[in-house]
């Protein structure tokens, strides 16, 4: 089968397809028993590397900074999603003032880097390290959402709100019954990316001596008397943050398909048409209309 945009592979298209695959996965296997290789002749899996993690001060040093990471990511996010709406509102508004000064709200923390909204925060305005990180986390990040929850209001079909206003509701009724919900699942894929990009930048908090998990690390990288265990830090920490930000791709999916499964948002199915409906006026002893 073929379509205008995409022919079927034939036999030497696949065994070429297949020639290209199967490098791919040699170069990247060599690329990875090489990167191990120089793991093991550096001797960054020697007991003396990996026995501070088994002391529990380490293990306690560790978690505390774990749960410093999620406090602050839990903080910002929820806050990042408040201000988005909140922006987001100012810009679908009718009233010219607050377009203007949403956008201008939206262009200016956008444009701003996240490390130095943290700095003026924490240095200028003297704030302690936490609330620092989670307001330069959040003007970011819910700078970015309020884009993100505009656009997806505005990929609804027109007729959806020009049918809901002729039915008489309210702009708020509009956007919460009508516009909101259809595009929540539009939105929802960049709304966990963006948050996963707050996950990963509550690591600037070490900058600021934030003891999130990070700056954990650090202090057991930095502190011990022998041979500096950085690599196994950064092998014990990395599939952590890479777990947590797949934990939040996958909450995202979970979200995705309860939604979908969602009774006021399934669609309604409709039965077949059957013979012997007649409109009216086009019974045995009327004439048939004209374009029939």
């Not at 199967?22 to 170069?27: K, V």
């Not at 989670?134 to 959806?160: D, H, K, P, W």
């Amino acid at each position: 089968m073929t379509t205008a945009l995409y022919d079927v592979p034939g036999p030497r298209t696949q065994r070429r397809h297949l020639l290209y695959g199967t490098g791919a996965t040699l170069i990247l296997l060599a690329l990875i028993g090489w990167i191990i290789y120089l793991l093991f002749d550096t001797g960054q899996f020697t007991a003396q590397k990996w026995t501070p993690f088994t002391y529990k001060g380490i293990q306690e040093l560790l978690l505390t900074g774990l749960g410093n990471t999620l406090k602050a990511f839990g903080y910002a996010a929820v806050l990042s999603l408040a201000l988005g709406g909140v922006l987001a509102c100012a810009r679908l508004s009718e009233h010219r003032v607050l377009r203007w000064a949403g956008t201008l709200l939206v262009e200016f923390f956008r444009a701003m880097p996240v490390l130095v909204m943290i700095f003026f925060v924490y240095v200028a305005l003297k704030v302690e390290p936490l609330p620092a990180l989670v307001t330069g986390l959040t003007l970011y990040n819910g700078s970015v959402l309020a884009e993100v929850f505009r656009t997806g209001v505005n990929s609804v079909e027109r007729g959806q709100g020009e049918a809901a206003y002729a039915l008489g509701l309210g702009k708020t009724q509009v956007m919460t019954h009508v516009l909101v919900p259809q595009a929540v699942r539009a939105m929802l894929p960049t709304i966990i990316s963006q948050l996963v990009v707050a996950l990963k930048d509550t690591s600037l908090g070490f900058l600021i001596t934030y003891e999130e998990f990070l700056h954990a690390g650090k202090l057991i990288a930095s502190n011990l008397d022998y041979d500096l265990p950085f690599i196994p830090v950064v092998m014990i920490i990395s599939p952590i943050y890479i777990g947590m930000c797949m934990l939040l791709s996958w909450f995202a999916n979970w979200v995705s398909r309860r939604q979908r499964r969602n009774p006021k948002v399934e669609t309604a199915e409709i039965g077949a048409a059957e013979p012997g409906t007649l409109l009216p006026g086009a019974g045995p002893g009327h004439p048939k209309p004209p374009h029939a």
